[in-house]
Antibody
Framework: QVQLQESGPGLVKPSQTLSLTCTVSGPSVSSDSYYWNWIRQHPGKGLEWIGYIFFSGNTHYRPSLKSRVSISVDTSKNQFSLNLGSVTAADTAVYYC????????????????WGQGTLVAVSS | QSVLTQPPSVSGAPGQRVSISCTGSSSNIGAGYDVHWYQHLPGTAPKLLIYGNNNRPSGVPDRFSASKSGTSASLAITGLQAEDEADYYCQSYDSSLSGYVFGSGTTVTVL
């Protein structure tokens, strides 16, 4: 059974870096079968994919966030993390971590397990 | 503004059938990328409902079905139940945006 749990500060000041960690129970984050993702939901809005990391260390980020975001993996703790720099109020959202699975071509396709989400507010 | 467009809300009486559309374009659904559907109750983890256009993960009732055609997809819920009240999102990949995109979301209300 897969479980994902986000953790991190619920309040971040403008211009600082938002840092969240996702602890995975079940599959190893070093498995070559899955992609490890961050997705967010602004208040009252829809879902927005932020980026992923693959076991090889390869990452792919949402182009509009690429200059500010990085995702990393800690295999010793079976965790992966999100860092989003230079945050503004527009980054206030519920942040979800999610496991992604690929289609037959090996290309990330969908998100089959999610964490409960954690609300991060950006405010002074 | 979401790349994939869904109706904001749909409603139906218990036992009825409702359908949710997901309209994309030639750079996402129309380009042949798969469509997936999620059920989300606020405050909980979103749940994968349909993957690969029309496949149900283990444990998802067969009351949920989906299809894809051209630049659109749709999710159908038959035999609507009170527990189906939730937000539903479609998702695909967009080659122009070089990223994964979600629909605007549809709230299903059971009357």
């Amino acid at each position: 059974q897969v479980q994902l749990q986000e953790s991190g500060p619920g309040l971040v000041k403008p211009s600082q870096t938002l840092s969240l960690t996702c602890t995975v129970s079940g599959p190893s984050v070093s498995s070559d079968s899955y992609y490890w993702n961050w997705i967010r939901q602004h208040p009252g809005k829809g879902l927005e994919w932020i980026g992923y990391i693959f076991f090889s260390g390869n990452t792919h980020y949402r182009p509009s966030l690429k200059s500010r975001v990085s995702i990393s993996v800690d295999t010793s703790k079976n965790q992966f993390s999100l860092n989003l720099g230079s945050v503004t109020a527009a980054d206030t959202a519920v942040y979800y971590c999610a496991r992604g699975s690929s289609d037959t071509s090996g290309f990330l396709s969908y998100f089959d397990d999610w964490g409960q989400g954690t609300l991060v507010a950006v405010s002074s | 503004q979401s790349v994939l467009t869904q109706p904001p809300s749909v409603s139906g009486a218990p036992g009825q059938r409702v359908s949710i559309s997901c309209t994309g374009s030639s750079s996402n659904i129309g380009a042949g990328y798969d469509v997936h559907w999620y059920q989300h109750l606020p405050g909980t983890a979103p749940k994968l409902l349909i993957y690969g256009n029309n496949n149900r993960p283990s444990g998802v009732p067969d009351r949920f079905s989906a299809s894809k055609s051209g630049t659109s997809a749709s999710l159908a819920i038959t035999g609507l139940q009170a527990e189906d009240e939730a937000d539903y999102y479609c998702q695909s990949y967009d080659s122009s945006l070089s990223g994964y995109v979600f629909g605007s979301g549809t709230t299903v209300t059971v009357l």
